[in-house]
């Protein structure tokens, strides 16, 4: 147990109907970092973060936030989840969403306050967004609806964050605001762990990187891990022959 | 006969407030039910707690209100847990376990009712139907006054429901929105979405003497869909819901009451017509939803065209100026070529006449300095696209003009300057004609 180290992850199986999504996963996380999550599709890297935030069963395996669980100690813990995975159409405004950051600290049943929105407010200036501020959410751009989630998560005030592809399908200059961010938190000490699928840009953007292919291929500083051996290794070969074995399994429960 | 004589406050306010009350206390949680796409758990769960009401009945052989609410409650949440778990275990699609639960449930329910109905009072067709009509019959002394027992339980479940909303009001726009936020920052969605179903069995237990089984779907439903189409804040959503379940109930009893009169029936069902004048409110709704309603497209359209129709026109006569300096084109000419109506061509050109975009003379219409820029900028916006389509796209030179048609009327500064940028400032577009350049 190390309360130092922002995460760790000890030999973590997730499985969905039987079959492993990932796999005996073991990662440990520098405090100050920014680090990349990197590998194909159906990969397992969504499932990885929601696995650590308890939001998915654990087939096996410890996640450690802080050398505590962590339902202690998510009030560290800022989540940004995948720009798709709400509904846009829903009839709220853009600071509506970004004050949900703020709902954890607020508490149950108490409503929001003029010093919430305060806070919100500032969140969407760091992001660029202040004058969309009333703004219905389905009039935003993608660009928009990402820094939308990164001033929410700006507003959790963690120590931890979880980012879910926050660069998928974003303008440059959305692009460019969002690396900015993450450069400054990491400047205030904060740790940042992103799901990325720009190969090329991830020596610039990141200390460390996971690779992960179901199982994590290589992980640790960027300069020695990100390697063309390990990408092969990462996008080359799925662990096929576990495939195939529970494959085998499945088919034997269903005859049987 | 206007049916007038028929109408009386003692009777027919009583059943108004208690419709009223219905579709209020229905509407409220309907909100969170219609933004979390699942309208259809609250009406697979006002149907499958037919059996939970039928076992109450036998067990406390009275219609009291305390045990049925019990039985409801426990079968509306077993139908949540149901179809989660049918869902997850038998791998089939929400809709499909859903419709296994309630159906299910809903026939347990049916024949027990059918079964009890020679030697007990509880009358499938006022399970299904409601029975608003009676309302006033039924009543209980509070402070010295007799008051309808119906008013006083829907009174009582359209506070709770109300209090739900506004205690709950962050936790549920949370939980409903974004679901994994809301677990992983403390509030279970799982929780909200059970407390939700509770109250959702609540509401439909003390719904279905009046609205009826099956009609209080309508209520759970229509007046939410509704007002979303009104409004873009969840706040004033809710709050509309609510007016317009209230309007769906008094509409629905007057017209209940006076419209079959109007062609020399009876008076017809009230619950009946609480759901179609909703169904009707919602029609309306869909018309002149500022948003994206039937109404507002139409006109958003209309500008639109003659927006393109307008630029159009000075576009053409820039293109005639090219070939022939300061010549005068008429009206009829212009529509000629645009294939538009002479009368909508000399309504557009007049209004470019006082925007100072071009001249009348006797001969026909002359572009102005500002009109000969305006055009330039079209025409460099269209030949910029041709070109683009040609050296980036590969489209055959015969079929680009009509798609640079289009898009130089959404074209800005910017866009052009990066057109130009990619297809390397071009002098000429594909055809051969000159690229008029920006202006400053």
Known sequence: MNSSLPLAVNDLTVAWHRKPVIWDVDIEVQPGQLVGVVGPNGAGKSTLLKAIMDLVPKASGRVEIFGQSYRQSRHRVGYVPQRESVDWDFPISVLDVVTMGLYGKIGWCLPVRR????????????????????????????????????????VQDADLYLMDEPFAAVDAATEKAIVEILRDMRKAGKTAIVIHHDLPTVPEYFDAVVLLNMRVVACGPTKDVFTRENLERTYGGRLTLLDEATEAMRRRERTL | MSGLENWSWAYDGWIVLAGMLCAVAASLPGNFLLLRRMSLLGDAISHAILPGLAVAFFVSESRSSWPMFLGAVIVGILTALFTEWIRNFGDVDEGASMGVVFTTLFAIGLVLIVQAADHVDLDPGCVLYGAIEMTPLDTLNVAGQPIPRVVIVLGAVTLVNLLFVVLFFKELKLSAFDPALATSVGFSARLMHYLLMVIVA???????????????????VVPPATAFLLTERLGVMIFCSAIIAMLSAGLGHLSAVFLPHAFGFQSTSTSGMMALCAGMLFFVASLVSPRNGVIVRIVRRQKLALRILSEDLIALLYRMDERARDSAVSPQKLSAVLRSHTWLAAWLMNRHVRTGHVIPSESGYRLTEAGRQLGSVLVRSHRLWEQYLVSEGGVAVDRIHGQAEKLEHFTNRELRDRLDEITAAPATDPHGSRIPSEHK
């Open chain 1, 115 to 154: 010093k919430h929105r305060d806070i919100a407010l500032r969140a969407l200036e760091q992001v660029g967004m202040s004058d969309l501020a009333n703004r219905q959410i389905s009039q935003l751009s993608g660009g928009q609806q990402q820094r939308t989630f990164l001033a929410r998560a700006l």
């Open chain 2, 202 to 220: 609540v509401t439909a237990v003390a719904s279905f003497e009046t609205a009826g089984n099956i009609l209080v779907v309508a209520m759970f």
